[in-house]
Nanobody, 124 residues
């Protein structure tokens, strides 16, 4: 099991940048696939980006390609989401999640361990 905690959310003007961090507890962090997901008010949770345990496989949803970068540092038990060119449509609560590294999946229902979320608000 992995306990996760997100940080780095906040209020930012459109066009600006933010970096989210997700820190995990325990030695299992480095053997887990990790992902960033978001949920806007009144909408379903959606996948933003997923990274494999070793960083070799990465997935981005189309709407963030070229703007967001997912990365991880297993020596620090930390995953990152660098967000640039933010748009009001990126406003949501952002969650990090983990799953065992048996398959590389990208849908929220395949990730059993979740953080509490960090809110990102982009204003125009």
């Amino acid at each position: 099991q992995v306990q996760l905690a997100e940080s780095g959310g906040g209020l930012v003007q459109a066009g600006g940048s933010l970096r989210l961090s997700c820190t995990g507890s325990g030695r299992a962090f480095g053997s887990r696939h990790m992902g960033w997901f978001r949920q806007a008010s009144g909408k379903d949770r959606e996948t933003v980006a997923v990274i494999s345990w070793n960083g070799e496989n990465i997935y981005y949803t189309d709407s963030v390609k070229g703007r967001f970068t997912i990365s991880r540092d297993n020596s620090k038990n930390t995953m990152y989401l660098q967000m640039a060119s933010l748009e009001p449509g990126d406003t949501a609560v952002y969650y990090c999640a983990a799953r065992v590294a048996t398959r590389f999946t990208t849908t929220p229902d395949t990730f059993p361990w979740w953080g509490q979320g960090t809110a990102v608000t982009v204003y125009s």
